[in-house]
């Protein structure tokens, strides 16, 4: 049981961002799986860097096959222009690894109506 004053600002915060909440899972529900999993790399890496460069580094090791197979040491190499690459190569893996899990959240999410 969630005590009663965290469930006020959980629903305070979801109000605030409600926006962009539903802007995601509308968006969500015309990608594929693997646009998701490049969305939620992304995610991982901008934090404290820069966007074009996350973005290009993803793109590079997609293309290239790297981000669904690659170990921490290739990752880390072929984020060489992020910061915080040795971190975020840990996460990168984490994140493959638990994918399905997580995919299937964003699917249950994604059949529940908007309003």
Not at 26 to 48: A, G, Y
Not at 49 to 74: H, P, V, W, Y
Not at 97 to 115: G, S
Request: proline residues 3%; positive net charge.
């Amino acid at each position: 049981m969630i005590p009663k004053e965290i469930e006020q600002e959980i629903l305070a915060a979801y109000n605030r961002e409600k926006h962009r909440i539903d802007e995601f899972l509308q968006n969500s529900r015309q990608k594929s799986k693997d646009d998701v999993f490049f969305e939620l790399c992304f995610c991982i890496l901008t934090p404290q860097s820069n966007a074009q460069r996350c973005r290009e580094a993803l793109k590079r090791m997609k293309d290239n096959g790297i981000l669904f197979t690659g170990d921490k040491e290739k990752l880390m190499r072929w984020l060489s222009d992020v910061r915080f690459n040795d971190k975020k190569s840990e996460f990168l893996i984490l994140a493959r690894e638990n994918f399905p899990q997580i995919y299937e959240k964003i699917i249950e999410l994604k059949h529940l109506p908007l309003y």
